[in-house]
């Protein structure tokens, strides 16, 4: 069954510094999102990619952050300066169209554990 | 501003029994509703959603509610099972956005 991948599992690094975290969607997806969630907390939305441009982004989605996707299978999330409320699980979804209509069907990696300390 | 949130932040059941979990909403303009269950350690995994013009959906041992009136959404597992035991989240999102707006999780305990 295909799979959304996320690399790597883990990310420890030092506050102000910078991190890319990587995401391989579904191959037929065409919308990418990035979420995270802190320990024990609620799962947020952070922004989400369509036809190579932000469609929409949350308040946490600062001049901070930023998404790519360089080629035609990898998306990802950087983080140019960390910060100790960054620390949190970073998920990657993605969703496909279905008859010409976005599908609410999406589908999520296991995640990045960022640790800034 | 828009807001999930869930009634119970845990629930236990017996194995065999039927297992309910609800959420209230407040954004009345979502287009759709979705449950999602987390595993520990894993990413959230769709459920089923339904729409906001139904009132109830079928799944394989589970359905959900919605009543708009009241701005309820439930989630119930028929014959709940050990592999059941997992943080559920109902979220609703919108066909325009594409991005969910997640409520704060049940943590369902499946008890032999």
């Known amino acids: 069954e295909p799979e959304v991948t996320q690399t790597p599992s883990h990310q420890v690094t030092q506050m102000g510094q910078e991190v890319i975290l990587r995401c391989v969607p579904i191959s037929n997806h065409l919308y990418f999102y990035w979420y995270r969630q802190i320990l024990g907390q609620k799962v947020e939305f952070l922004v989400s990619f369509y036809n190579n441009e932000i469609s929409e982004k949350s308040e946490i989605f600062d001049d901070q952050f930023s998404v790519e996707r360089p080629d035609g299978s990898n998306f990802t999330l950087k983080i140019r300066s960390t910060k100790l409320e960054d620390s949190a699980m970073y998920f990657c979804a993605s969703t496909r169209l279905q008859g010409g209509l976005w599908n609410t069907e999406a589908f999520f990696g296991q995640g990045t554990r960022l640790t800034v300390v | 501003g828009e807001s999930v949130g869930l009634h119970l932040p845990t629930l236990s059941v017996q194995e065999g029994d039927n297992s309910i979990i609800n959420c209230a909403y407040s954004?009345?303009?979502?287009?759709?509703f979705i449950w999602y269950k987390q595993e520990s350690g894993k990413g959230p995994q769709f459920i089923i959603d339904?729409?906001?013009?139904?009132d109830k959906r079928q799944g394989q041992r589970v359905t959900v509610l919605l009543n708009k009136t009241v701005k309820h959404l439930s989630l119930q597992i028929a014959a709940t099972q050990p592999g059941d035991s997992a943080v559920y989240f109902c979220?609703?999102?919108?066909?325009?956005?594409?991005?969910?707006?997640f409520g704060d999780g049940t943590t369902l305990t499946v008890k032999p």
């Open positions: 339904i729409r906001s013009n139904m």
């Open positions: 979220a609703e999102t919108n066909t325009n956005a594409g991005k969910s707006t």
């Open positions: 954004n009345s303009a979502s287009d759709y």
